[in-house]
């Protein structure tokens, strides 16, 4: 059982692999779109990008704590309809403020109410988010039956086209990201979250609070599914319930690519944010590659199947060679 | 034991990669003299002058984008094909490049990233079939504020400067309530299926149907329930109703919901059929023959939803690109830019041999179709 | 820091099992507490009501004479308990630092972990084993990278860290060799002069005669006997750990001495795998060969490296031919079997039906053209002559008693009319009255020729029907009991490392 210098590597940096793919792709795609780094093409991508990383940050702390969340989409859906429904596109800011702020509280809540039952009533993760997921994204049908609605202009541009620092906003938010993130990694918490991840029962005995820690992870996600709601209404500037029905799935696939395991106990943040961007310049270097139509799912498809399946292929042929 | 598992699955995931990366490049020639190469290779010169000038594209020739979210339906499929195929004429004059098609399943952000790649590689004109009515409205204009020419299909959207090119869905059901309210000699119990609740196009046809059905009082409508715009749900919705309403005098329905419901009557084996409303997808009008030898009193109408809406559109776009002046009073619809295109087949037992004829030697998921050819859009739209 | 514990009367059940139904102990500061008893005996329950892994159902518990509740593991780390888990508290992919101090990390006032210092203090920590590592670990080595001793140690210096004023060490010399042991020793010498109170939970004899002050023996989940160590012996332990009342009732036939003109069935040298430190042993056709020993001796290792299950090293000879199988098929192919000990995970597909079940090694034998005529008839046979109670071969295996589905496991190797069956622990969770079915069908197949290697967790089985009984002691064959020495007393006393022989 003697530890390659690969695993080891792996084991420390679980978003090595995640890294050197997005350096790849980002290779290829700049080679493929020879003005990707100009900052119109840079800003158009991140804020594509940015409601998905959002929601992947969100799941792969959840997926550290050792669960799952599948009903991330449905809460984005939820906020999308809260805002489009009550600001309007002729509201005012004072309103797009106020529905923020309750669009946060909501996201809180949904995600409480799934840490409810997994934590304290100790039902299974997946099936719990898949079931609160169809409520959530049933309510959002509610709050808005007809796609419509909107918010205001202004905040839309204002989404679309600041470019603080000279970056695109996505950069900033980032930033802001891994910041906190770099704080909670240093706390108590933030080492419970791994424990709790990679062991459960050993925490407990260790008198770790485990059932506090998968809540807070829950609500944790539901926040970030909340963020990505503002982010996508702001992104497109109206309503559709069925917004953030694609985006689960997607946000699963990011913080498995970013290096986080399914198993739990093992990621961290800037794997995420690296692997939404990778899932993102995908489909650019699909598109951009002038492969035809008809492949153009199988490839992408492809892409992502080998992402996924290389850490083991590689490990794999490490094995061999012993 | 599970390490083991582990490798297991890996190996098999790595085994059916190398299969199928095997299978692109194998498949790829049958494809080739089609689309693959010319794909290729017009590409790379629309791209080359990217970075010293903007417009206008290669040799004076346009490139038009097509961006599509929704590649799950013979609909869509036909659409893309059709628009190849009408394409290829336009290069042949000279006129256009190859097509530059961005089409895959995905969401509103998946289709502002489409949108904007095909800002990134500089198209001339976008045609979009919009995956949400409001949400791609912010980019669109971006497209706008570039020059491109957009023109929606399929859906229209309210975007002042986005032309939209379509059918009057309203005018559409219309033409099947009113044909059903008359067969039925304007009495009777009736049910209706429809598509998705709150969908644009699925709205615009309620209404009509209820505004048409409004002027025949004795004409009951006794349920109505969502068939979710597939064929199998279709199916059992009908089974749930001819259960209730065994003596259901006609029914209302659409696409292909309205296969699946003429499956569940056929199933129930009535005496004497119902006066249904159906389809124009060829499956519909070999069923629709079918019940004719057991029933031949048997009356239905299959009202086309054309794919070919977009390649007209396409027309459209290429003709307002070489500069000709659309006749803005024959447009309409909600922003005054719509292109109202005319349905291309009514079919009823009258005119049945016509389109099976048609149907002859395509596969069962083809839909009557009609593409104006370029002299109709010229005269019909363009002074 | 004076301190006293006292349990008493503690009960507790899992679902309808008794484990523990008249568990008691006394410890005080300064002393060191053996907790010995045979396997199944209540120990590691004792230890867990103790730590508040789990809730007692009846009983109560004394701390400093004060009646405490301990219904979490944090209640008795609050309470100053801590434990050195048998099964590891550790993290795996976290590093030695991070597990040691997870919970008690020093912090500044921003809430933020100050790494230097739990550096520098796991280093002082992990100086008190300075000499006894073999490889190069630091505070940040993650966990999954140590062998089995240096997380051992791991384990105990993170309960220590907590400076508690009981210390529970269940089998905390298990991985340790003797250098790592003697160092502990000593540490826990100093833990007494600090006032610490101790109980050590373990099966090695020598290690209770040289650390333990105190001892108190379990048995079937009562505590029968307490005192001072050096008022005692390992043959008086020993004596109280064995229960005399039998409830073994299966009478094998005397057999017939003819087992050594058989040819030999089995010949293993040198087996070496991570545990077992090189096995020599021989069968004989016809044999029925008891494995026994504490669990987790190496047991299991054993059974799954002669069916290819696990890699290993060494000589092993089936019949007159040389065999190394890599892979169960493999030794499937030579006619080998393994019965597994866990049925739900190992052996059956529960949502199955009983006949898929006993097919599922078979099918080649039926497959192309695939003739299930034959296949049920043979199926209908095995089940017949297993005597397996059941609606239909068409029920799934959820439908059966733990007694007939552990039937079904051995009828799907019959299918195969097997040379050589190694079970592992097969009897566990069953009733008595298939016990007993069990036993005679055992038997019955030694004296068809078939040849059994039979590891088995409960003692009397293992003395009252096989022919010859190998004693698993740390990888290593300890005792080989036969005819008259083959008894429970020489049975348990070689389990627990005990030298000499009981005679009574």
């Given at each position: 059982m003697k530890k390659t210098t690969w695993n080891t590597l792996m084991a420390r940096h679980p978003a090595l692999f995640a890294l050197i793919l997005f350096v790849i792709i980002i290779i290829i795609n700049a080679i493929?779109?020879?003005?990707?780094?100009?900052?119109?093409?840079?800003?158009?991508?991140?804020?594509?990008?940015?409601?998905?990383?959002?929601?992947?940050?969100?799941?792969?702390?959840?997926?550290?704590?050792?669960?799952?969340?599948?009903?991330?989409?449905?809460?984005?859906?939820?906020?999308?309809?809260?805002?489009?429904?009550?600001?309007?596109?002729?509201?005012?800011?004072?309103?797009?403020?106020?529905?923020?702020?309750?669009?946060?509280?909501?996201?809180?809540?949904?995600?409480?109410?799934?840490?409810f039952f997994i934590a304290v009533l100790r039902l299974q993760p997946i099936i719990t988010t898949y079931a609160t997921g169809f409520i959530y994204a049933g309510f959002a049908l509610f709050l808005l039956p007809n796609p419509g609605g909107g918010i205001p202009r202004a905040v839309a541009d204002f989404y679309r086209t600041t470019t603080p620092f000279g970056l695109p906003l996505a950069f900033s938010v980032i930033a802001v990201i891994v910041l906190i993130w770099w704080y909670v990694r240093s706390t108590r918490f933030g080492r419970y979250l791994y424990a709790v991840g990679g062991k459960a029962d050993a925490a407990y005995q260790t008198a770790v609070p485990v059932n506090w820690v998968v809540f807070s992870t829950y609500v944790i996600s539901g926040l970030m599914a909340a963020f990505s709601g503002i982010a996508i209404t702001m992104l497109s500037g109206s309503g559709n319930a069925e917004i953030g029905s694609g985006m689960t799935l997607n946000s699963i696939t990011a913080a498995v690519i970013g290096g986080t395991a399914m198993s739990g106990g093992v990621g961290g943040v800037a794997g995420p944010?690296?692997?939404?961007?990778?899932?993102?310049?995908?489909?650019?270097?699909?598109?951009?590659?002038?492969?035809?139509?008809?492949?153009?799912?199988?490839?992408?498809?492809?892409?992502?199947?080998?992402?996924?399946?290389?850490?083991?292929?590689?490990?794999l042929f490490i094995r061999e060679k012993k | 034991m599970s390490k083991k598992i582990v490798m297991i699955v890996v190996a098999m995931l790595t085994v059916f990669a190398m299969v199928l990366s095997a299978c692109t490049p194998t498949a790829a020639p049958t494809e080739a003299p089609v689309v693959e190469q010319p794909t290729a290779a017009p590409i790379?010169?629309?791209?080359?002058?990217?970075?010293?000038?903007?417009?206008?594209?290669?040799?004076?020739?346009?490139?038009?984008?097509?961006?599509?979210?929704f590649i799950s339906s013979e609909y869509r499929t036909q659409m893309i094909a059709e628009l190849i195929e009408v394409n290829a004429e336009y290069m042949a004059e000279g006129l256009t490049t190859e097509l530059v098609i961005e089409s895959a399943d995905t969401d509103v952000a998946g289709q502002i990233q489409q949108l904007q790649n095909l800002m990134a590689k500089n198209v001339d004109a976008i045609l979009v079939n919009p995956g949400d009515v409001n949400g791609l409205n912010a980019t669109l204009e971006e497209a706008l504020a570039k020059g491109i020419i957009v023109i929606s299909v399929d859906q229209e959207l309210n975007v002042p400067g986005v032309y939209n090119v379509g059918i009057d869905?309203?005018?559409?059901?219309?033409?099947?309530?009113?044909?059903?309210?008359?067969?039925?000699?304007?009495k009777g119990d009736i049910v209706q299926i429809e598509g998705f609740p709150g969908h644009?196009?699925?709205?615009?046809?309620?209404?009509?149907?209820?505004?048409?059905?409004?002027?025949?009082?004795?004409?009951?409508?006794?349920?109505?329930?969502?068939?979710?715009?597939?064929?199998?749900?279709?199916?059992?919705?009908?089974?749930?109703?001819?259960?209730?309403?065994?003596?259901?005098?006609?029914?209302?329905?659409?696409?292909?919901?309205?296969?699946?419901?003429l499956q569940a009557v056929m199933a129930a084996a009535p005496a004497k059929y119902p006066v249904v409303v159906g389809e124009g997808r060829c499956q519909f009008l070999k069923l629709w023959e079918e019940v004719l030898k057991t029933d031949p009193e048997f009356k239905t109408i299959a009202v086309a939803n054309p794919p070919g809406v977009s390649p007209t559109g396409l027309r459209i776009a290429v003709n307002m690109l070489m500069g000709k002046t659309v006749d803005t009073t024959k447009l309409g619809g909600v922003n005054g830019e719509s292109f109202v295109i005319a349905v291309p087949w009514t079919v009823t037992n009258d005119n049945l041999a016509a389109a099976l004829d048609v149907c002859k030697d395509k596969p069962d998921a083809y839909l009557l179709d009609g593409i104006m050819t370029n002299d109709e859009v010229l005269k019909t739209y363009f002074k | 820091m004076n301190v006293s514990l006292s349990a008493q009367n503690i009960v507790k059940h899992y679902g309808g099992v008794v484990a523990l139904s008249d568990g008691n102990l006394e410890v005080q500061s300064g002393q060191v507490l053996a907790l010995i008893g045979a396997n199944g005996s209540g120990k590691s329950t004792l230890s867990k009501v103790i730590n508040g892994v789990v809730v007692l159902d009846g009983g109560q518990l004394l701390l400093d004479q004060k009646p405490v509740h301990f219904s979490s593991p944090h209640a008795a780390i609050e309470n100053g308990i801590a434990t050195v888990f048998q099964e590891l508290s550790l993290i795996p992919n976290m590093t030695v630092a991070e597990n040691i101090w997870l919970t008690q990390e020093p912090r500044n006032i921003l809430g933020i972990i100050k790494k230097k210092e739990v550096y520098q203090?796991?280093?002082?920590?992990?100086?008190?084993?300075?000499?006894?590592?073999?490889?190069?670990?630091?505070p940040d080595t993650p966990i999954s990278a140590l062998p089995a001793d240096e997380k051992q140690i791991i384990e105990i210096l993170k309960a220590i860290r907590l400076n508690p004023r009981i210390l529970i060490l269940d089998e905390a010399t298990a991985s340790l060799d003797s250098r790592q042991v003697q160092r502990l020793f000593k540490l826990v010498n100093q833990w007494k002069q600090e006032e610490k109170a101790i109980i050590f939970v373990s099966h090695r004899m020598e290690e209770i005669f040289q650390i333990a002050d105190h001892y108190v023996v379990l048995r079937n989940g009562k505590s029968v006997g307490t005192g001072m160590i050096k008022d005692t012996n390992e043959n008086e332990l020993v004596k109280l750990m064995v229960d005399k009342t039998s409830v073994?009732?299966?009478?094998?036939?005397?057999?017939?001495?003819?087992?050594?003109?058989?040819?030999?069935?089995?010949?293993?040298?040198?087996?070496?795998?991570?545990?077992?430190?090189?096995?020599?042993?021989?069968?004989?056709?016809?044999?029925?060969?008891?494995?026994?020993?504490?669990?987790?001796?190496?047991?299991?290792?054993?059974?799954?490296?002669?069916?290819?299950?696990?890699?290993?090293?060494?000589?092993?000879?089936?019949f007159d031919e040389k065999v190394h199988f890599k892979h169960p098929h493999a030794a499937m192919k030579k006619g080998l079997a393994l019965v597994p000990g866990d049925r739900a995970k190992e052996g059956l597909i529960y949502i199955r039906s009983i006949l898929e079940n006993l097919l599922l090694p078979s099918w080649r034998k039926y497959g192309t053209p695939l003739r299930m005529e034959r296949s049920r008839k043979d199926a209908l046979n095995v089940s017949n002559s297993l005597n397996l109670k059941m609606a239909g071969l068409q029920e799934p295996v959820s439908s059966l008693s733990g007694g007939n589905a552990q039937k079904v496991v051995i009828g799907k190797w019959l299918m195969r009319s097997p040379q050589l069956m190694l079970l592992d622990d097969p009897t566990k969770g069953v009733d008595v009255g298939t016990k007993a079915e069990f036993?005679?069908?055992?038997?019955?197949?030694?004296?068809?020729?078939?040849?059994?290697?039979?590891?088995?967790s409960d003692d009397e089985e293992l003395v009252g029907l096989c022919d010859r009984v190998l004693v698993l002691y740390d990888g290593q064959i300890r005792t080989e009991l036969i005819d008259a020495s083959l008894t429970k007393e020489n049975l348990i006393s070689a389990s627990l490392g005990v030298v000499s022989e009981v005679t009574e």
């Open positions: 493929l779109q020879p003005g990707l780094f100009a900052l119109e093409t840079l800003n158009n991508n991140m804020r594509v990008f940015l409601p998905l990383l959002l929601l992947a940050v969100g799941q792969s702390i959840v997926m550290i704590g050792g669960g799952i969340d599948i009903s991330v989409g449905g809460i984005a859906s939820i906020i999308n309809c809260v805002l489009a429904t009550q600001v309007g596109l002729n509201g005012s800011m004072e309103d797009m403020w106020k529905f923020i702020f309750i669009s946060l509280l909501a996201g809180v809540l949904a995600g409480a109410i799934n840490g944010i690296m692997g939404t961007i990778t899932l993102g310049l995908m489909q650019n270097i699909v598109s951009f590659s002038g492969i035809s139509t008809w492949w153009e799912t199988l490839a992408k498809a492809l892409i992502i199947v080998v992402a996924l399946a290389a850490p083991g292929i590689i490990n | 790379e010169p629309t791209k080359a002058p990217e970075t010293p000038a903007e417009v206008p594209a290669d040799d004076g020739k346009f490139t038009i984008g097509i961006s599509n979210p869905q309203k005018e559409w059901a219309k033409t099947s309530a009113k044909w059903l309210a008359e067969t039925l000699g304007g644009p196009a699925n709205v615009a046809r309620m209404e009509g149907v209820a505004e048409v059905l409004a002027g025949y009082p004795d004409i009951k409508v006794l349920a109505t329930d969502t068939g979710k715009w597939d064929e199998a749900t279709g199916q059992q919705v009908m089974s749930n109703f001819l259960a209730a309403y065994p003596a259901l005098a006609g029914y209302w329905t659409q696409d292909g919901m309205a296969i699946g419901a | 203090k796991t280093n002082e920590l992990l100086a008190l084993f300075e000499g006894t590592y073999k490889t190069k670990l630091n073994f009732s299966f009478k094998r036939q005397e057999k017939v001495k003819s087992l050594e003109l058989k040819p030999i069935c089995l010949k293993v040298k040198k087996l070496k795998t991570d545990v077992l430190q090189g096995i020599d042993f021989e069968v004989r056709q016809g044999e029925l060969v008891g494995i026994g020993g504490l669990q987790g001796q190496g047991q299991r290792d054993l059974l799954l490296s002669l069916y290819g299950d696990i890699s290993f090293t060494g000589d092993i000879q089936l036993y005679s069908l055992l038997t019955r197949l030694c004296d068809e020729g078939k040849t059994i290697l039979f590891y088995s």
